[in-house]
């Protein structure tokens, strides 16, 4: 069976057995296959088997080679349908640069941004991924999120980039909150907004249109009404289209006022995870699960006890209540 079909298949064994009959199996790993001039760790990684990928490394199989596109094997195992973070770790192991560009000049990071791998993202920016440079064509790692409407990553990219490339423009004169109106992705409109994107909603690309003309191609209320009131953005993204309210609307319940009863299903599940009486509110209005809501990250211990008091309100969105009228205690 040749090199590369072992590849392909994942067959370890006889992969090993192979390179141990192989004079230099160095100088045979540094044989690139078809068109795209792929090596066979680059197949490994391409394919997901994370024990040929270690094999071939093992064997000084060059992490830093490139195939017809220019493509390391950061770049191949950054863009792959799965994460795959084990990999990653065993690329990097070989002291390869996290900022190595390919023919369009994209980096590892932007090619995971552009696939919607946040934990893969997370874990480039851990080790030193540069999120501010551009391509061939002047899209930042920005640019590449908000065109595929990938919301999770645009907001860690926000927390690093916010105030240096959110009004940066490409060849075309887009800007990110160009790209987020075209994906149609509301929460990546609302996301830029929140972050200063407002300084964009006048920006024209290159056929002279700004984010609300392209809005108005194709009509989206809800992007239209932030476009037009950017301050919306924050009360957006902490009302019922938020993370929290979606996992309680999956219970079968409502945010609405009206309909929330004492047995309402996401109501009771509502309580299940505050963890205490809620009723202080922060500096610019909102409540606790509000500011923890925002992040979509509410991380409560299974044996935490909850005692809410009488009149204890939380806030889920703009005209939204959960009420508690009576002593509730839920653990």
């Given at each position: 069976?040749?090199?590369?079909?072992?590849?392909?298949?994942?067959?370890?064994?006889?992969?090993?057995?192979?390179?141990?009959?192989?004079?230099?199996?160095?100088?045979?790993?540094?044989?690139?296959?078809?068109?795209?001039?792929?090596?066979?760790?680059?197949?490994?990684?391409?394919?997901?088997?994370?024990?040929?990928?270690?094999?071939?490394?093992?064997?000084?199989?060059?992490?830093?080679?490139?195939?017809?596109?220019?493509?390391?094997?950061?770049?191949?195992?950054?863009?792959?349908?799965?994460?795959?973070?084990?990999?990653?770790?065993?690329?990097?192991?070989?002291?390869?640069?996290?900022?190595?560009?390919?023919?369009?000049?994209?980096?590892?990071?932007?090619?995971?941004?552009?696939?919607?791998?946040?934990?893969?993202?997370?874990?480039?920016?851990?080790?030193?991924?540069?999120?501010?440079?551009?391509?061939?064509?002047?899209?930042?790692t920005l640019h590449f999120a908000a065109k595929k409407g990938h919301d999770q990553v645009l907001e860690l990219l926000l927390t690093e980039?916010?105030?240096?490339?959110?009004?940066?423009?490409?060849?075309?004169?887009?800007?990110?909150?160009?790209?987020?109106?075209?994906?149609?992705?509301?929460?990546?409109?609302?996301?830029?907004?929140?972050?200063?994107?407002?300084?964009?909603?006048?920006?024209?690309?290159?056929?002279?249109?700004?984010?609300?003309?392209?809005?108005?191609?194709?009509?989206?209320?809800?992007?239209?009404?932030?476009?037009?009131?950017?301050?919306?953005?924050?009360?957006?993204?902490?009302?019922?289209?938020?993370?929290?309210?979606?996992?309680?609307?999956?219970k079968g319940g409502s945010v609405e006022p009206d309909s929330l009863g004492p047995y309402d299903a996401a109501h009771q599940e509502f309580?299940?995870?505050?963890?205490?009486?809620?009723?202080?509110?922060?500096?610019?209005?909102?409540?606790?699960?509000?500011?923890?809501?925002?992040?979509?990250?509410?991380?409560?211990?299974?044996?935490?006890?909850?005692?809410?008091?009488?009149?204890?309100?939380?806030?889920?969105?703009?005209?939204?209540?959960?009420?508690?009228?009576?002593?509730?205690?839920?653990?």
């Open positions: 069976m040749t090199l590369r079909k072992l590849a392909e298949e994942g067959n370890v064994e006889e992969l090993r057995r192979l390179l141990k009959r192989t004079p230099n199996p160095k100088e045979l790993l540094e044989t690139k296959f078809g068109q795209n001039k792929m090596t066979a760790l680059h197949i490994a990684i391409e394919k997901g088997h994370e024990e040929v990928v270690k094999l071939l490394l093992e064997n000084e199989a060059d992490p830093r080679a490139t195939d017809h596109y220019g493509r390391t094997a950061l770049h191949v195992a950054t863009s792959i349908q799965k994460e795959n973070i084990y990999i990653l770790d065993l690329i990097l192991s070989k002291d390869v640069d996290v900022n190595a560009q390919e023919e369009n000049r994209n980096t590892p990071v932007k090619l995971a941004a552009e696939k919607g791998h946040l934990k893969t993202v997370k874990w480039l920016i851990s080790k030193g991924a540069n999120v501010d440079e551009a391509d061939k064509v002047d899209n930042t980039v916010a105030d240096r490339t959110i009004g940066k423009q490409n060849k075309d004169k887009k800007t990110a909150l160009h790209f987020a109106v075209e994906s149609k992705s509301e929460r990546c409109v609302a996301l830029l907004l929140k972050h200063g994107a407002g300084i964009c909603i006048e920006s024209k690309n290159e056929q002279g249109r700004t984010p609300l003309d392209l809005a108005n191609d194709d009509p989206n209320q809800n992007i239209i009404d932030l476009l037009r009131n950017p301050k919306k953005a924050h009360g957006f993204l902490v009302g019922p289209k938020s993370n929290m309210s979606k996992a309680l609307l999956g309580l299940k995870k505050i963890p205490e009486a809620i009723s202080q509110l922060s500096s610019d209005g909102a409540t606790p699960i509000q500011v923890f809501n925002v992040s979509g990250d509410l991380n409560f211990r299974k044996e935490t006890n909850v005692t809410v008091k009488d009149k204890a309100m939380a806030s889920i969105g703009s005209g939204s209540q959960v009420n508690i009228t009576q002593p509730y205690s839920a653990s």
